[in-house]
């Protein structure tokens, strides 16, 4: 009865972990292609975001505008070098005494 049991959890447990796989997709004349996610554009990080009248200076002298989101916080969009994403850069504003 125990071998009986086991046999029939391991084959249940294999049989669910075939479900745990995850999809790939394939195309009509069967080449398999892996999901792949988009990249982040400009346009994508900043539609609900309200551009301000400021401008970031980085260290390299480039100048980026300054956006601020929905729950007024300020961040600027910069372009990852590696793999030529967009990305938010949160920034805080020090108060001058």
Known sequence: MKKIILITSLFL???????AQSTIKTVATGNVL?????PATLESLTTTSEKTSYTFKTASGEELPVYKSVNGKLFVCRL??????YYKQYITIDPVN
């Not at 447990?13 to 479900?19: E, G, I, K």
């Not at 892996?34 to 988009?38: C, I, Q, R």
């Not at 990852?80 to 994403?85: A, L």
């Open 80 to 85: 990852s070098k590696k793999t030529g994403n």
């Open 13 to 19: 447990c294999s049989f669910s972990a075939s479900f």
């Open 34 to 38: 892996s999901e792949v996610t988009t």
